[in-house]
């Protein structure tokens, strides 16, 4: 793969949940290494649908999705798609499944069969990056709202993804946090899609934005 | 939620490990529900409450634990005497009261309270999760820890889901009253749980697809058997030992 391939392109994909209402009308997007490309659209406009589509949690109804050099049609094809496309919920109550922080931030490391020495390093190095040392032993559900998302997070870098979806990454968490949060991604080498409603987030740290509406990009 | 919490303790019991604590707790509730010598029983019931002390929980507390098990056996304790025939003691009007019933009786109290008392100090005193692992260490089905696990993550998420959609109608006015609104009302607030709670569990199953999940747990901190639990097994396992030949040899 050269250093300037798309890492993901979507090509024409359709996709509805009911037949008389289509979300996504034949979209086309690349997303190349290095770029953060900003997603926004109105509320129901398909921002969400289309991240879940890329990482395989649903099937574009027509149109192909290329992920990291291969076509990818099939659920065995997106598992190497996700272990490689980390997604940020936009639910972090959804992604935090186990009681305790350091738990949900190794269950991905882990079950990519990393050792536990390796596994105890790379939870300490995700949750230092995000300000969240000393949370190990908190238990997830006793969490804020904005501790939520910054663990969700943490449990993503943790994947070390080579691509980062976002899904409306600030909601919930205070400007102090949003800052950290700004410089912190514009700093990862890693390229993103990143769903949102903050225009002066996205302007911080987008090299592109791309507008959703009635389906198409 | 009402929040448990005797595994915050500090004791020799909270020390110990909790493999062990499940075992030693199994192999005690499967002997005391089979013993049937009072003097055993007995023996069984000390043993507990000298395990409760040991573990240095509140004893209101436990107490209260034994609350709901004692209203039930009430029951048992006034009907059996009553209605199990045999030798009577005493009668009160036309009903005998017999030796044997009474006998029976005072079994299954004793019976209920110790392994209610022991269960209190062994596993209560251990927290969830390492219960959930414990389990998963001796080979217990995964998909039952799982369960108690989930469940230990998700109900609060799932009431807190129904405090924010109760305090929703109320604010919008709503009082219950019996009415036909009410009960749907109602209807649709079960409804509407059940359907959120089915919805998230496929998102949350995505998002552990999003993570390499392949149907497999695996368990981050190992537990250290050490010296001491070896200790404790040991000790247990006599005690247990002499209650089963205490009760099942015939010279005994
Ligand atoms: N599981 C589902 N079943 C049926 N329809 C759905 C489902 N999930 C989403 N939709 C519909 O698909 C459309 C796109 O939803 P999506 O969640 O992608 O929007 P979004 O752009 O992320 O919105 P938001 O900004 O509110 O997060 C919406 O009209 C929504 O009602
Ligand atoms: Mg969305």
Redo the contacts with the bound molecule.
């Keep these: 793969m050269g250093v300037d391939q798309p890492q993901i392109t979507l090509a024409d994909v359709s996709f509805s949940?009911?037949p008389d209402?289509p979300?996504l009308r034949r979209c086309c997007l690349e997303l190349r290494p290095g770029q953060r490309v900003g997603v926004t659209?109105?509320?129901?406009?398909?921002?969400?649908?289309?991240?879940?589509l890329i990482v395989g949690l649903l099937m574009p109804d027509e149109g192909t999705i290329e992920a990291f050099g291969k076509p990818r049609n099939r659920e065995a094809d997106f598992r190497e798609v996700r272990r490689r496309a980390g997604l940020l919920f936009?639910d972090s109550e959804d992604q935090l499944f186990c009681p305790t922080v350091a738990e949900d931030v190794a269950f991905g490391p882990l079950n990519l069969g990393r050792t536990r020495g390796q596994v105890h390093e790379v939870v300490a190095r995700s949750l230092d990056t995000l300000g969240l040392a000393g949370y190990e032993d908190r238990v997830t559900y006793q969490l804020s709202g904005g501790e939520k998302r910054l663990v969700a997070l943490a449990t993503v870098l943790a994947m070390e993804p080579d691509v980062l979806l976002l899904?409306?990454p600030t909601a919930g968490l205070d400007e102090a946090v949003q800052q950290r949060l700004a410089d912190l991604l514009v700093g990862l080498p890693q390229a993103m899609l990143i769903?949102s409603?903050d225009r002066a987030f996205l302007q911080q740290i987008a090299t592109r934005t791309e507008h959703?509406r009635d389906g198409h990009l | 939620m009402q929040r448990i919490t005797f595994f915050q303790g500090e004791s020799v019991i909270h020390r110990i490990d909790p493999r062990a604590r499940v075992v030693v707790a199994a192999v005690y509730a499967v002997l005391v529900a089979m013993a049937v010598r009072l003097d055993v029983l007995g023996v069984a019931l000390g043993v507990a409450a000298a395990t409760v002390a040991a573990a240095r929980l509140p004893w209101r507390d436990v107490l209260g634990r034994l609350i709901p098990l004692n209203v039930f056996m009430l029951l048992l304790l006034v009907t059996l005497p009553l209605t199990s025939g045999g030798e009577p003691l005493f009668s009160v009007g036309p009903v005998g009261v017999s030796r044997q019933g009474l006998r029976l009786a005072a079994t299954i109290a004793i019976k209920g309270n110790a392994i209610v008392l022991a269960l209190v100090a062994l596993l209560a005193t251990v927290e969830v999760t390492a219960l959930g692992h414990a389990l998963s260490h001796l080979r217990v089905p995964d998909k039952l820890t799982w369960l108690l696990l989930f469940s230990v993550r998700y109900i609060d998420v799932i009431h807190r889901e129904y405090r924010r959609m109760a305090a929703a109608m109320k604010v919008r006015g709503f009082r219950p009253r019996a009415n036909l609104h009410t009960y749907r009302t109602y209807g649709h607030l079960v409804g509407m749980l059940l359907v959120r709670s089915f919805?998230r569990a496929d998102r949350v199953l995505a998002a552990m697809k999003c993570r390499g999940f392949q149907g497999r747990f695996y368990v981050l901190d190992h537990f250290h058997f050490s010296r001491r639990d070896a200790a404790f097994t040991l000790t247990a396992g006599v005690v247990l030992l002499l209650m089963a030949v205490a009760e099942w040899t015939p010279w005994a």
């Design positions: 949940f009911a209402r979300v659209g109105a509320n129901g406009s398909g921002k969400s649908t289309l991240l879940h936009q899904d409306e769903a409603h959703l | 919805d």
